[in-house]
């Protein structure tokens, strides 16, 4: 069963000051996984978390998380100030953008960030900028691996990375334009639940590792397994067990890296497995509707998370309070957009709610305030961290009608 780390009186407290919707993030929770995964990793001495800052963009996140040793995955000019402010700089932040602008990678490179170059023409596109740094990543895309679910598709079909031709000769050209420090990157699978993911991908670059060292003498000096490991959305789902992860690529290194004389680094980029399993959007229950099909309307609508109405995506709920209370029948739980994949679930079996039951998203901690949007006009809801004590801090306030109209003077006569 999926448990909520705080009851109905700590919801019933905090809605006296704030209105629902709200996110609450659980700080434990982040803090055990971090430390947990680096636990796991502790065999390999540059060890490195980057957290893709898409997954959960707030400084509070990201301070914690520096705390814990972690940088940060960026890929546009916001992200990358967002982890300045929160204390990530240089080489703690790595750069992994693609259809990259000349004005983000000026931003990236005076950093200091690590750049990772989605493809082989942007060496040309640097390097005509004077932008060209001395430690380059490169993003590969095998084509074909046989671990890839469907949220990524098929590789072919994908437009991140170089095929492997291109890799290696990028790798070619950089060290003959003066480049002195590498790294691989290749993120070839989304929300992967399968232990062995990051073995069998470490052992595919590994061999990219020996060949370049073999054919172009240059040794790699980290390799950036980036995000992917997945998290248990459905009750029947098994969480992903992070020391046999840590174990099985292990292996991979001691065979493939460490007994033919090498060492590298091995980096992580994940955003939804940090942080998503921590995340919680609390919604009230407005209104009960009975037409075809049975209804509960929510104040929370996809605007504040968008998951269910873009990939079907599921998303558990808890009815707080009623935790253990039989199904009564199948509920589309339904927010308010004037678009009709506005559901947070559809027949779904739930216990019987009444109007003013809250109403807990689970699994909302990745991708979820973050992919936000202001669709009819709905304004995007606060955040707030949850200490061990059940105390609740604000890290960012609701919008108001006043952000809403931020880039427009509505007062103002246009003449257009
Ligand atoms: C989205 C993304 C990640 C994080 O992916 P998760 O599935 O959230 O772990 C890491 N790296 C890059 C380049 C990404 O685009």
Redesign the pocket.
Known sequence: MKTVPFSLSDVQNWTKEYPTPFYIYDEEGIKKCVTDLYKAFSWNKGFCEYF?V??LPNPAILRLLNKLGCGT?C?SEPEIILSEKSGITGKKIMF?SNQTTLREYEIAVKSGAIINLDDITHIEFLENAGLLPETVCCRYNPGKFKNTNEIMGHLYDTKFGMTYEQLKEAFAILKQKGVKHFGIHA?LA??CLEEDYYPRLAEEIFSLVLEFKKDLGIEVEFVDL????GIPYKPEEKAVDIFAVGEGVKKVYDRMIKDNGLELAIFT?????ITGPYGYLVTKALHYKHIYKEYIGVDASCCDLMRPAMYEAYHHITVLGKETNEAVGKFDVVGSLCENNDKFAVDRKLPHIDIGDFLVIHDAG??GHAMGYNYNGKLRCAEFMMDKTKNIKMIRRAQTPKDYFATLDIDKEFNF
Do not use: L, N, P
């Open positions: 893709a898409k997954a995955d890929a992994s993120m989304s929300c980036s995000g992917g490991i980029e994940m955003g939804r497995y990745a991708h």
